[in-house]
C-alpha cells in the first residue's frame, strides 16, 4: 500500500486507481500515518515543512526507519536531544533550508560536498579522499548566537553529563 | 601654462568649490550619523522583534536592550526553533537552554546582536574602509530614520546601508550587498518600543523560574579568555585588524583549536588553526551562503579555515598567510 501512497502523491495514478488508493488510506491508521510522513518528508526536502512539526511519536519511529538518501545513517532520535534538534530542525525547515555550495578552485566540489538539510549543513557522504566540509562547530564559535549547531552542543553536553 | 577657460566658465568654480566643500559635509555628516547608531545600539533603551534574513535562512528575535549607569543590560530571544534565552550583562551572556536544563556561560567575543551589529569602532576606523554617505529618508515604523550608506573602498568587503532613527540613532533597519548590489543580508524591526516605554523587567530573563534545578556549563566563559596562540596573519587585508585570539575546544577534535577574531569595524572574520589530521585535507575547499563564506587551507600539517562575512577572497588571503608567529 505504501507504494500505491507514494504514486498517488506522485500524481501517477488513474482516476480510478486514486480512488482506491484513497479510499484505502482514510481507512487504515497506519496508511494515514504513512501519508503524513510522506508529506512531512517531501515538504522538508522541499523546505516547506510547518513551523512546528506536531508530530505522533510514531512518526518519529518511521522517521527514523527510513533509508537515508543523503547522508551516512545517523542514529538520531536515540536521545532527547535528538528529539530537540528535530524541532530545531523543524523550525529551520520552515523558514528555508540553508543552500551552501561547496567550491574547489572555482567548481563545483565533489568529494567535500555539503546538502541542504534542515539542520542547516549536513555533511554527505565522502566519495572521495577529502574529508566533507563540515561549518557547524567554526559558525557556533565564530558568531555565538543561537543556532540549530549551538542546540546540538548544548544537548551533547547535557547527554553527556546524564550518562 | 594656463587652460582656457570658456566663457562664463569662472562663475563655475566658486561652484565647484562649494560642491567639493558639501561633499566633505556631507561625509562628515555620514559619519556623524554613524557614530550615533554605533552609540545609541549601546546606550539607549529598546524593545522589540526583528526579522533577519542571511542567505535563504531567516529568523524573527525578540530583544530588550536597557543601559544603566556603565552596564548594559540585553535580553535576547529567538522566536523560531526550541526555547532558548540569552541575557546579556555587558560582555557576560547567559544562555538559557530550558529544554537541556542548561545555562551556558559565555563572554562575548563576535556575537553582535541587531542593531549593535557594527563592532564597537570608531567611524574613522570605517571610514578607512568604506566610502560614508547619507542617503534617503523614510519612515519606518512610525519612526523618521535616515540612510547611511558604507561603500567599500575595494572588492574586500560588503557595502552596507543602515537606516537610523532620526532622533536617537538607533538602527531600525540593515542591509548588506554584494558586489552586484544585491541584498545578502538584512534586519528590520517588525515592532519596536523606545526609551521609557522600556520597563526595566523586560532585560530579565523570562525563563529562569521554568526550570528548578539548572545545570551551569561554564565550559564557553573559560574558554573566551584571550591567549597568546603562538599564530598570526602576515597579510591580512587593508583595514582589518585582530581583535582578539583565543584557544578552544571543539567537538570532536582531540586537541584545542586556536581562533583569531579580525575586523574591519564593519565585518569580522574568525581564523581557526588546528592539526589536519581529522582525516587529514589536502585541497582546499570553500563555501558562501549569504553574507558568510566559509574557506579552508591545508598547511601542512595543521589546517587553516576562516570564517567570516567578507567575500572568499578575503577570506583566502586571510588563510594563506596564517604563519607562526617569530
Not at chain 1, 107 to 118: C, I, K, L, M, S
Request: neutral net charge.
Amino acid at each position: 500500500m505504501t507504494h500505491e501512497i507514494s504514486s498517488l502523491m506522485d500524481g501517477e495514478l488513474g482516476p480510478q486507481e486514486a480512488g482506491q488508493a484513497l479510499q484505502a488510506c482514510c481507512g487504515s491508521e497506519e496508511h494515514k500515518r504513512t501519508w503524513y510522513l510522506y508529506h512531512v518528508i517531501g515538504d522538508s526536502m522541499r523546505g516547506q515543512a510547518p513551523r512546528r512539526l506536531a508530530l505522533p511519536s510514531g512518526v518519529l519511529d518511521s522517521l527514523k526507519a527510513q533509508p537515508t538518501v543523503l547522508a551516512p545513517r545517523r542514529k538520531l532520535m536515540d536521545t532527547t536531544f535528538a528529539r530537540v534538534s528535530l524541532a530545531a530542525a523543524a523550525s529551520v525547515a520552515t523558514v528555508g533550508v540553508v543552500g551552501w555550495m561547496g567550491t574547489q578552485g572555482g567548481q563545483v566540489a565533489d568529494e567535500g560536498v555539503v546538502a541542504r538539510n534542515a539542520t542547516g549543513l549536513q555533511p554527505v557522504a565522502n566519495t572521495r579522499t577529502q574529508p566533507v566540509l563540515d561549518v557547524q562547530d567554526y559558525l557556533v564559535a565564530h558568531r555565538q548566537i543561537p543556532s540549530p549547531e549551538l542546540y546540538r552542543q548544548v544537548n551533547n553536553r547535557a547527554a553527556a553529563r546524564a550518562r | 601654462m594656463s587652460f582656457p577657460v570658456p566663457r562664463g566658465g569662472r562663475r563655475w568654480i566658486p561652484a565647484l568649490a562649494l560642491g567639493v566643500a558639501c561633499g566633505a559635509h556631507a561625509a562628515d555628516d555620514a559619519a556623524t550619523w554613524l557614530q550615533r547608531a554605533i552609540q545609541s545600539a549601546h546606550s539607549a533603551s529598546y524593545s522589540g522583534i526583528y526579522a533577519h534574513s542571511n542567505g535563504d535562512r531567516t529568523s524573527a528575535v525578540r530583544i530588550s536592550h536597557v543601559t544603566v549607569g556603565s552596564e548594559e543590560h540585553e535580553r535576547i530571544e529567538p522566536l523560531d526553533g526550541p526555547p532558548l534565552e540569552i541575557v546579556r550583562r555587558n560582555d557576560e551572556m547567559f544562555c538559557y537552554f530550558p529544554d537541556a536544563k542548561t545555562i551556558r556561560l559565555d563572554r562575548r567575543v563576535t556575537a553582535h546582536f541587531f542593531p549593535a551589529i557594527l563592532p564597537a569602532s570608531s567611524p574613522e576606523a570605517i571610514a578607512a574602509s568604506y566610502d560614508l554617505k547619507l542617503g534617503k529618508t523614510e519612515s519606518a515604523l512610525g519612526f523618521d530614520c535616515q540612510w547611511i550608506r558604507l561603500e567599500p573602498r575595494d572588492g574586500l568587503r560588503y557595502a552596507q546601508s543602515l537606516c537610523a532613527e532620526t532622533r536617537s540613532g538607533l538602527v531600525v533597519r540593515a542591509k548588506t550587498f554584494n558586489a552586484q548590489n544585491q541584498v545578502i543580508e538584512q534586519y528590520t524591526f517588525t515592532e519596536l518600543k523606545m526609551g521609557s516605554q522600556v520597563a526595566r523587567n523586560d532585560v530579565k530573563s523570562i525563563f529562569e523560574a521554568r526550570v528548578k534545578r539548572w545545570v551551569t556549563d561554564a565550559q564557553p566563559r573559560e574558554e573566551a579568555k584571550s591567549v597568546d596562540t603562538g599564530w598570526t596573519v602576515n597579510d591580512p587585508p587593508a583595514g582589518f585588524r585582530k581583535v582578539t585570539e583565543l584557544r578552544r575546544s571543539l567537538p570532536g577534535r582531540t586537541a584545542p583549536v586556536s581562533q583569531l577574531v579580525y575586523t574591519d569595524g564593519v565585518a569580522s572574520m574568525s581564523v581557526f588553526i588546528e592539526p589536519n589530521n581529522t582525516p587529514p585535507r589536502t585541497q582546499e575547499a570553500s563555501t558562501e551562503d549569504g553574507t558568510t563564506t566559509f574557506f579552508v587551507h591545508p598547511q601542512g600539517d595543521m589546517l587553516v579555515s576562516v570564517l567570516g562575512e567578507v567575500p572568499l577572497a578575503t577570506a583566502q588571503q586571510m588563510a594563506r598567510s596564517v604563519a607562526r608567529r617569530p
